[in-house]
T-cell receptor, first 115, second 115 residues
């Protein structure tokens, strides 16, 4: 069964600290994995997208890693800021040629950054 | 440049009523996606279009839901008749092309409450 599991479900950290969010998936065949950030009351915004051949990708203070062998991804946030408080959603796309394959969504990790 | 525009932003209706949600794509984009998000189920893809043509509607929950793209820049999602379990936030997203690697840009969402 194709699934995407995220952990932890919620996380509270102090401003300036680092944190790592996890995403495990069983989607096959695999096409790509995306991390989205969703602020409260707004639509998700893409942070990174990685294909099978990529094992790390950065976007500012956000660094995503992908281990396609173990089917695990992580999102590392460095020097957290109050504005990082949001839900982080992992989305895995199944392969279907060049067109968009079926999307599988994690339930998200709710991150809260305290001053 | 305006992003994806959705209307209304909030909708409260009674069970059995027809609900129509609207979405305007980003100019120049060719693909449109309708999503639903609830606390219980997270984010779900309902349907997506490429060049006004529905490509994958496997996420549409049942016949009460229908989506159309009458032109290249506009789409509607209709629920008839609506039920309380349809209460959710409905997001529309657009993409330059519905390929697997293209970024999707989300609108602000429509919060639907069915009483």
């Amino acid at each position: 069964k194709n699934q995407v599991e995220q952990s932890p479900q919620s996380l509270i950290i102090l401003e300036g600290k680092n944190c790592t969010l996890q995403c495990n998936y069983t989607v096959s065949p695999f096409s790509n994995l995306r991390w989205y950030k969703q602020d409260t009351g707004r639509g998700p915004v893409s942070l990174t997208i990685m294909t099978f051949s990529e094992n790390t990708k950065s976007n500012g203070r956000y660094t995503a890693t992908l281990d396609a062998d173990t089917k695990q991804s992580s999102l590392h946030i460095t020097a957290s800021q109050l504005s990082d408080s949001a839900s982080y959603i992992c989305v895995v796309s199944a392969a279907r040629g060049s067109t968009l394959g079926r999307l599988y969504f994690g339930r998200g990790t709710q991150l809260t950054v305290w001053p | 440049d305006a992003g994806v525009i959705q209307s209304p932003r909030h909708e409260v209706t009674e069970m059995g009523q027809e609900v129509t949600l609207r979405c305007k794509l980003i100019s120049g984009h060719n693909s449109l996606f309708w999503y639903r998000q609830t606390m219980m189920r997270g984010l779900e893809l309902l349907i997506y279009f490429n060049n006004n043509v529905p490509i994958d509607d496997s996420g549409m929950p049942e016949d009460r839901f229908s989506a159309k793209m009458p032109n290249a820049s506009f789409s509607t999602l209709k629920i008839q008749p609506s039920e309380p379990r349809d209460s959710a936030v409905y997001f529309c997203a657009s993409s330059p092309w519905g390929g697997s690697y293209n970024e999707q840009f989300f609108g602000p969402g429509t919060r639907l409450t069915v009483l």
